[in-house]
């Protein structure tokens, strides 16, 4: 059973940092595009960041803030988020898909992890 676990989210102030983890477990993705997203209370779910092996792709609004990355040794893939902004308060989800090539579409993810708490306070 394919299970994605994430960690790592937690209460930081305005302008902190923090690495969110997501850990695979069942299969390797080493060869497969991963993502991250983020729901915040009331809004839909939105792209955060992918990784495949063509490279890494950014939503507008954490572009120069997050660093999407990934060890393969590990199956583990990474969220480093700098310059947090009360904005950025949200459930962050892991996502991974069968393909190579990455997509910002939650509903083309075949492994879905069941969310982090990240909470920037003002």
């Known amino acids: 059973q394919v299970q994605l676990v994430e960690s790592g989210g937690g209460l930081v102030q305005a302008g902190g940092s923090l690495r969110l983890s997501c850990t695979a477990s069942?299969?390797?993705?080493?060869?497969?595009?991963m993502g991250w997203f983020r729901q915040a209370p009331g809004k839909e779910r939105e792209f955060v960041a992918a990784?495949?092996?063509?490279?890494?792709i950014y939503a507008d609004f954490v572009k120069g803030r997050f660093t999407i990355s990934r060890d393969n040794t590990k199956n583990t893939l990474y969220l480093e988020m700098h310059s947090l902004k009360p904005e950025d308060t949200a459930v962050y989800y892991c996502?991974?898909?069968?393909?190579?090539?990455?997509?910002?579409?939650?509903?083309?993810?075949?492994?879905r992890g069941q969310g982090t708490q990240v909470t920037v306070s003002a």
């Open positions: 996502a991974a898909r069968d393909e190579p090539y990455y997509r910002m579409a939650w509903q083309q993810y075949d492994y």
């Open positions: 069942g299969r390797t993705f080493s060869t497969s595009a």
């Open positions: 990784v495949s092996y063509i490279g890494s």
